[in-house]
């Protein structure tokens, strides 16, 4: 009688143990810098109570993702925490602690309310994802927060296009992209992943799980959505100008409208360069890109045409009042080569498209200016584009 008393005793006490353990992750948030401009936004903008919910909501979104129904799948964590404080950088993550910095909340022009959430999810990834017993690469490690952070739908129009980077585990935003392209093709395949993850790390997890080596689904990757998708969208965009950068999905692509633009060559800037808090295990991301290619496109494009159009003018002018009316056809010929070389005044998107976004494998050559790079036109039209040095600051097609 009373063996079996004692063993459902302690059945029922395991079961309100596992009950405790599942309901037992706590979250808590803290304001160590409520006396600088960036913890004051924070607590008017954001605020701690909204923050906890995030890291919550967060979690739950983690879980899903990772297809981690019952807490003995996840890591065995009870309490994550969100500290702001006033520390440089974005945000980084210790253990179970996230350390928000007040001066990027001050700093931040736009929807900082978005943008802090968008970080907490990248944040709070961190602290649930295995990391191969330390043996993943970084930009992997980065790339999946990333990835949980686009599929939540807190991706910034900051980051690099579908199908723009150099490396597969360049990290971050480059890296998110290609994982959803993986997703794409196998459902679950980032929770299979990072399930794999927890005992330990290596390259052929990719190929165990979809059939191919990582460096062949890059490669797909980057054919399957520079090309097809580019060229939809420079067609598309001849006829809809509101059109400013194309979003390529699963299932074929789309267009997005001005505010999204960004069009910025990540294969320069890797995305970790960026202020990082030392001392910091996996975490932290990072405000990414800058604009100044586009602004400078913006500007040297019109520049180089009026400056066509004044030594037009001015030889033309200069010719009339020299010589006879024979020569002056010569300047009307003249005017037609001009009206050539506008129409080779390509936009910087086409450009970019052409040269599959300034790709090594289309590099021609390096002259003293700068690189050159061999691009084909949605019809069909090869072209040569030389990419001056960052001193120079211009784009040429010939
Ligand atoms: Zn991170």
Redesign the pocket.
């Known amino acids: 009688m009373k063996q079996p008393h004692v063993a459902t005793v302690a059945s029922l006490l395991a079961l309100a143990a596992a009950a405790t353990t599942a309901a037992a992750v706590t979250f808590d948030a803290t304001n160590s810098a409520s006396n600088t401009p960036g913890g004051q936004r924070f607590d008017q903008a954001v605020g701690l109570d909204y923050a906890k919910r995030v890291l919550s909501d967060a979690s739950t979104f983690i879980w899903n993702t990772f297809n981690q129904p019952s807490p003995d799948d996840r890591k065995p964590v009870d309490k994550v925490t969100l500290v702001v404080e006033d520390i440089d950088g974005v945000a980084f993550t210790s253990a179970n602690g996230i350390h928000l910095s007040a001066k990027y909340v001050g700093g931040y022009s736009g929807d900082v309310k978005k943008e802090v959430t968008g970080v907490l999810y ?2 709070v990834t ?1 602290v649930w994802q295995w990391n191969g017993q330390g043996r993943a690469n970084g930009g992997l490690i ?1 790339g999946i ?1 990333d990835y949980v952070q686009l599929k939540a739908g807190y991706a910034p129009g900051s980051w690099v296009l579908p199908g723009q980077g150099r490396r597969w585990d360049q990290g971050y935003d480059v890296t998110a992209r290609f994982l959803d392209y993986c997703d794409s093709l196998k459902p679950g395949f980032v929770a299979q992943l990072n399930a794999k993850m927890k005992d330990g790390y290596t390259d052929d997890f990719f190929a165990q799980i979809l059939g191919k080596s990582v460096q062949q689904l890059w490669q797909d990757y980057k054919a399957a959505i520079d090309k097809d998708c580019w060229h939809w969208f420079i067609n598309h965009r001849q006829v809809h100008q509101e059109f400013t950068q194309p979003l390529c999905l699963n299932n074929g692509c789309f267009q997005s409208t001005v505010g999204d633009d960004n069009l910025v060559p990540d294969d320069t800037t890797p995305s970790q360069n960026n202020s990082k808090p030392s001392g910091s295990v ?4 990072t405000p990414r890109h800058n604009n100044s290619y586009l602004i400078i496109l913006s500007i040297a494009i019109p520049v180089g045409i009026t400056l066509c159009l004044i030594s037009a003018i001015v030889i033309c002018a200069l010719r009339r009042t020299t010589r006879s009316r024979q020569q002056t056809l010569s300047c009307a010929a003249y005017s037609e080569d001009i009206e050539e070389i506008q129409a080779l005044l390509l936009d910087a998107v086409v450009i970019r498209a052409a040269t599959d976004n300034f790709d090594e494998v289309n590099k021609l050559g390096e002259g003293g200016f700068g690189q050159v790079y061999k691009g084909l036109l949605p019809d069909g039209l090869e072209i040569a584009v030389k990419r001056l040095s960052k001193e120079s600051s211009k784009e040429y097609v010939s």
């Open positions: 990248h944040e961190h980065e927060a996996p975490g932290g991301t």
